[in-house]
Structure formats: structure tokens, C-alpha cells
């Protein structure tokens, strides 16, 4: 398996990670903040001239990250640490 099939079937296979019993507001903040790494990204893949396999693992990863960062979200709310 090539290395982009293995690192394709990596993110695959990876678990959703569980969110913490308790959230504050710095952890959010940093998940918030790794969001934007999205364009850094974009122009790597770009200046590489990337697959559209390449493009179709990064929309999945930034699926993922946007859902986990929203998930945090919702539970300082049930936890009412924001209002």
C-alpha cells in the first residue's frame, strides 16, 4: 500500500475521540483556533499540485476537526461554562 493509501486508510480507521467529562473555555479556544489551519493546508496541497484523492482526505480531516470543535462547543453549553 502506497503511502498516501496508508495515511487514506489511517484517517479511516481513525476513532472519534471522546470528549472530556468537563470543558473549559481555553481547551475550546485552541480547538477553535485549529480550525484555521484549513488554509495553510489548502496552499500546501495547491503548491503540490495535489490528487483529488489529496483533496478528498482533507475535506475529511477538517469534517472531523469541525464536528469535534462543535461537540466541545455544545457541551460547555450543557455545562453552561458559555451562555
Known sequence: ????????HELAAEPVAEQP???NRF?????FLNTWHITDDVRLLS???ASPADWEALA?????RFDDTFTYFEQMIRE????
Open 80 to 83: 453552561r461554562k458559555i451562555q
Open 60 to 64: 475529511k480531516l477538517y469534517d472531523i
Open 27 to 31: 481547551d475550546f479556544e485552541q480547538k
Open 1 to 8: 500500500m502506497g503511502k498516501k493509501k496508508a495515511a487514506e
Open 21 to 23: 467529562s468537563t470543558v
Open 47 to 49: 503548491s503540490r499540485q
